[in-house]
């Protein structure tokens, strides 16, 4: 039997983070139990892993790994819970849930600055973006809950029972929000993991479950790396998957899944192509580049990573880039001036390195800001490769991270052609002064999200989701209902 943990995690003594004065008040506690029924319990075999903060390389926390016996703890109280919760008046489900993000606002200062500490991200970017629309998440699906006929016209509507969820690290709370709050509003009951190197605001976002005072066993949270997802994945009490991360670790899940039954969603990498006419606001545009490829170190499945300028500007486009990139200040997560924080991890780091001499050797021309970076940390300046061409690993190949590969055109179709040509088909962008040629570019690029004279706009009403190897199904809005339920005629 595991003991509970309760006690501890919460009489455990704050750990005071190590970080500037203006994060004193953020408490994160030493060590983390796995919130399984309700409650912070010890892991079966006692092993747990440090979490560390990317921007510093100093430990945060020690976080429980789960096993197998553990997930298999948590999916059985999810599925005990799935009785009641499935049951309850939709009404009375979605109150649980406006509470969560009622508390989840109230909370978000601390929400924001442990989100920059274990992961990496500007404060300025966690604060306005992750913690915000992560609560909208829940306000939005809440407000479905009693609805859910009026989604689905004439159709019988019932939850799928228990959904395992596996997240990735470059928005940790707000991918949580994404697979929470459907699975919730919908009478389904959930077991989450969160990335191995961004758990804590998932395990803060377990205490608010419980001050909200949901039933037990309704969420249930278990941390760990690749073992525990495939765990989660694999469980047969399991009735949903939801995954987003690597395509690579995408096609492993299908796989796992192939003949299951199992009701899935995957959620992808991406190259997206963000395409800049002649005849754009240019200035505008140059900002929307900015934003595209470096909000969150690039660390983003929709990135505008390949930059497709027509030729008569592409001179005027990429000097008023470079000009840009000088002004943007490289460091200090926590402090709000910071426009790109840390690289995640140690790990990507790695990989993007990689990308950088892999660039380099295939002819590429690359541009770094000659920016300062902190001695400690994981840190990459903005980068841009010009010359080069489709057939380059840089153009191709998903890097994650803060490096933009910029090629031109001459023609409408030449630039739907290169946009195209792609293993992926996630999301994209096109600048122009043209209303129809938003239209004929957006209905042309093979792409589930496209975005007209802007990038990376979030909202939780519009769906989400790719093409080809970027993944099935949708999140957000009234398809991502569709995703946790069946309709029956
Ligand atoms: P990245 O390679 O960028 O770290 P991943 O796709 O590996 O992204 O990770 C996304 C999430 O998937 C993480 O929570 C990770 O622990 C989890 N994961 C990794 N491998 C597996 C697997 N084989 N089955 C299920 N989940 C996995």
Redesign the pocket.
């Known amino acids: 039997m595991a003991t509970p943990e309760n006690k501890l995690a919460f009489d455990d003594g704050w750990q005071y983070s190590p970080a500037p004065e203006s994060t004193d008040h953020i408490k994160v506690k030493k060590r983390y139990g796995l919130f399984i029924d309700g409650n912070f319990l010890a892991p079966e075999k006692g092993r747990y892993f440090d979490t560390i903060n990317p921007a510093t390389e100093e430990k945060l926390s020690r976080v429980a790994l789960a096993s197998e016996a553990d997930v298999d703890k948590a999916v059985k109280a999810a599925r005990k819970a799935y009785g009641k919760w499935s049951r309850i008046k939709p009404a009375e489900r979605g109150k649980y849930i406006y509470r969560i993000a009622r508390i989840m606002q109230e909370r978000a200062r601390e929400f924001a600055a442990i989100e920059s500490l274990d992961g990496g991200k500007p404060i300025r970017e966690s604060r306005d973006i992750d913690v915000p629309l992560a609560a909208a998440h829940f306000f939005y699906y809440a407000g479905w809950a009693d609805k859910l006929e009026y989604a689905f016209p004439g159709r019988k509507v019932r939850p799928l029972g228990v959904a395992g969820q ?4 470059n928005f940790p709370l707000l991918m949580a929000a994404w697979k929470l709050a459907p699975a919730l509003a919908c009478g389904n009951t959930v077991v989450l ?4 190197t961004t758990p804590l605001t998932a395990l803060k976002l377990a205490e608010v479950v419980r001050d909200a005072g949901l039933p037990d066993g309704v969420v249930n949270i278990v941390t ?3 073992e ?3 765990a ?2 694999g469980h047969p009490g399991v009735d949903k998957v939801a ?4 395509t ?3 096609r ?2 299908m796989k ?1 899944l192939a003949g299951t039954g199992k009701k899935y969603t995957l959620e992808l990498g991406g190259k997206a192509a963000n395409i800049v006419f002649a005849d754009a606001a240019i200035d505008q545009a140059v900002e929307g580049i900015v934003n595209g490829i470096f909000f969150n170190q690039g660390h983003v499945c929709c990135a505008g990573s390949r930059l497709f300028v027509q030729e008569s500007v592409a001179d005027e486009v990429i000097q008023k880039l470079k000009d840009r990139m000088e002004t943007l200040i490289v460091g200090d997560p926590l402090d709000k001036n910071t426009d790109i924080g840390a690289i995640n991890s140690a ?2 780091l790695e990989t993007i390195e990689r990308y950088l001499a892999i660039g380099q050797e295939e002819g590429g021309t690359m541009y770094q800001s000659s920016c300062k970076v902190p001695k400690e940390g994981y840190w990459c300046r903005p980068t841009i490769f010009t010359g080069v061409s489709q057939s380059n690993r840089v153009v191709q190949e998903e890097i ?1 991270g803060p490096v933009l590969a910029i090629q031109t055109f001459r023609t409408f179709d030449e630039a739907l052609t290169k946009a195209n040509n792609t293993p992926y088909g996630l999301s994209g962008g096109v600048w122009t002064d043209k209303g129809a040629k938003i239209f004929r570019m957006t209905q042309s690029v093979r792409a589930g999200v496209i975005w007209a004279n802007t990038f990376n706009k979030f909202d939780p009403t519009s769906p989400f989701g790719g093409y080809k190897e970027s993944g099935v199904g949708r999140e957000g809005g009234l398809h991502g209902l569709d995703a946790y339920l069946r309709l029956e005629a």
Not at 166 to 169: D, S
Not at 243 to 246: E, R
């Open positions: 596996v997240i990735p690290w993991k969160p990335a191995e760990g790396a690749g525990t997802g495939a989660v994945v995954f987003t991360g690597s690579e670790v995408g492993v899940i796992a790990r990507q994650f």
